[in-house]
């Protein structure tokens, strides 16, 4: 996640707000239908409600803190309180309103839109992710030829 950290730096915002699942999959291995994550270099935080705890926690990566919440606006506030976060990046292209307007009720926040911020750096496969492809091929390979 280094790449994503030092984009987040240059970016001269605190932290990442990011609620595409697609997205949140990627940081933090999360397969769950609902879930956010905030990085904060070099943290990484995964919030989900009680229904996806015990998911979140198998496959979370180790780096990964998995909180549950119950209350939304105070586990988001909490964490980057904690963390003293004042310019919050998020992604403007796929964030609920509802969502937004949560985040802008956070009094000690400067929210800034950004686009395709995580995409961009899963564009660009890396090594342990082409060899995952390559072991998915071989196993499509292996069924269709067996059938």
Same mark, same amino acid.
């Given at each position: 996640?280094? +790449?994503?950290?030092? +984009?987040? &730096?240059? =970016?001269?915002?605190?932290?990442?707000?990011?609620? +595409?699942?697609?997205? @949140?999959?990627?940081?933090?291995?999360?397969?769950?239908?609902?879930?956010? =994550?905030?990085?904060?270099?070099? #943290?990484?935080? !995964?919030?989900? *409600?009680?229904?996806?705890?015990?998911? =979140?926690?198998? %496959?979370?990566?180790? *780096?990964?803190? @998995?909180?549950?919440?119950? *209350?939304? +606006?105070?586990?988001?506030?909490?964490?980057? =309180?904690?963390? #003293?976060?004042?310019?919050?990046?998020?992604?403007?292209?796929? !964030?609920?309103?509802?969502?937004?307007?949560?985040?802008?009720?956070?009094?000690?926040?400067?929210?800034?839109?950004?686009?395709?911020?995580? %995409? %961009?750096?899963?564009?660009? #496969? &890396?090594?342990?992710?082409?060899?995952?492809?390559?072991?998915?091929? *071989?196993?499509?390979? #292996?069924?269709?030829?067996?059938?």
């Amino acid at each position: 996640m280094h +790449k994503l950290f030092e +984009k987040i &730096e240059n =970016a001269n915002v605190d932290a990442l707000f990011i609620s +595409k699942i697609q997205n @949140v999959r990627y940081v933090t291995h999360f397969t769950g239908e609902e879930g956010f =994550a905030i990085v904060i270099p070099p #943290k990484i935080y !995964l919030l989900v *409600d009680s229904r996806f705890t015990e998911q =979140a926690h198998i %496959e979370a990566k180790e *780096d990964v803190e @998995v909180i549950e919440w119950s *209350d939304l +606006k105070e586990a988001i506030s909490s964490i980057l =309180a904690k963390n #003293k976060v004042h310019f919050l990046a998020i992604e403007e292209g796929s !964030l609920k309103f509802s969502t937004y307007k949560l985040l802008s009720q956070l009094g000690f926040l400067v929210l800034v839109g950004t686009y395709d911020f995580v %995409e %961009e750096i899963r564009m660009v #496969k &890396e090594n342990w992710e082409l060899e995952k492809i390559r072991t998915a091929c *071989d196993i499509s390979s #292996k069924s269709f030829l067996e059938t």
